[in-house]
């Protein structure tokens, strides 16, 4: 795809400093930019290293003025623009509206003709699919499902039965949304399993990652807020309500009936227990885990998490024990081990 500086400027809601008719092939790095490449610079570091590149245009921040004659687009956040020229240089490829010859679709099911049904995939009975929303391949939808428009599911993605997904959701490959919640009761030496008979709710614009798992409630929903997006193998358990524009870092859990606020960030192997209340703009740092409720707008780190700054305290604390015990015990030599010559 060619643009022009100046349509990409328009696209991006920013100006050109140049030649607005610039030709752009593409978008690269850097440090690899060629010409006719569009790249990006948010900081001084990276633009004068944009600077000494091939590259045709670059996409600055409002502080930025070339000194080599560059063509300049220049916005209010260079970052938030990058992420918008990715999707204008690199569009998803588009899928033909219809069903493949070898898709099971249940003859209750109501199927928009504008949506795209790939290979092999199982669509339930009395199932909906919204428009211009695509099932890649092997994808399976049980019964009662639905799917809002414009919804993407990547190859091996399964919901089951009476998932709900708003608009302009995303379900990476090997994704389960709906399985059985984790639920069993001890009865005459043995765990009986609980039904889980509710289901799973994902709101608009919410992305779910490869290999993730949200379980279904046992009773009522499992809630994903709108705007939320979920990394590679996470776990959301039964009942669990997430609020809406949180990240979900890869392999976090949240355990059964906890409900988080919203913009609530989750880091990477960090654990929730259940039945906990975490506020919003909560932060939960890497591998912390969370055993009480936090308020909003708190971070904390560590297991038992605590507040960032109570356990960032500890952690250097920690690192001087060693010499403190050396200390004690040169003391202890010197006065006795007993403390009675010092008494």
């Known amino acids: 795809m060619i643009l022009t500086a100046a349509s990409v400027a328009e696209q991006l809601q920013g100006e050109v400093l140049g030649d607005g008719q610039t030709q752009l092939k593409g978008f690269a790095p850097a440090d690899r930019a060629q010409a006719g490449d569009l790249t990006f610079a948010e900081n001084e570091e990276f633009f004068a290293r944009a600077e000494q590149t091939a590259a ?43 069903i493949h010859p070898t898709a099971v679709v249940a003859y209750s099911a109501q199927v928009d003709p504008s949506a795209h049904i790939g290979p092999h995939c199982v669509v339930g009975e009395r199932a909906q699919i919204g428009g211009n929303t695509i099932l890649h391949a092997g994808n399976y939808v049980g019964d009662d499902c639905k799917v809002g428009s414009a919804c993407v599911l990547f190859p091996n993605a399964v919901l089951y039965a009476r998932t709900e997904l708003g608009q302009r959701v995303r379900v990476h490959a090997g994704a389960v949304v709906g399985s059985d919640g984790y639920g069993y009761v001890l009865d005459g030496g043995s765990h009986r399993k609980v039904p889980q008979i509710g289901n799973v709710i994902l709101g608009d614009d919410v992305e779910i990652g490869a290999n993730v798992t949200i379980d279904r409630g046992a009773l009522g929903p499992t809630v994903i807020g709108k705007g939320t997006k979920i990394d590679n193998l996470v776990q959301i358990a039964h009942n669990v309500r997430i609020g809406e524009h949180c990240l979900v870092i890869a392999q976090a859990g949240v ?49 038992p998490a605590q507040p960032d700054k109570q356990t960032k305290r500890q952690l250097l604390a920690l690192q001087k024990l060693p010499e403190l015990l050396r200390r004690v015990s040169q003391l202890e030599k010197k006065l006795g081990s007993d403390g009675r010559e010092a008494a």
Do not use: C, W
């Open 56 to 98: 045709s245009a670059i996409i600055v921040g409002s502080n930025f003025t070339s000194s080599t004659g560059k063509v300049l687009i220049r916005v209010s956040n260079a970052r938030v623009a990058f992420a918008k020229a990715l999707a204008l240089f690199f569009p998803e490829p588009p899928q033909p509206a219809g």
């Open 255 to 303: 355990a059964g009936s906890s409900k988080l606020g919203n913009y609530v960030i989750v880091a990477g192997q960090a654990g929730i227990a259940g039945h906990l209340q975490i506020g919003s703009k909560v932060t939960i740092a890497a591998q912390s885990g969370v055993m009480h409720n936090i308020p909003d707008g708190q971070t904390v780190l560590g297991s």
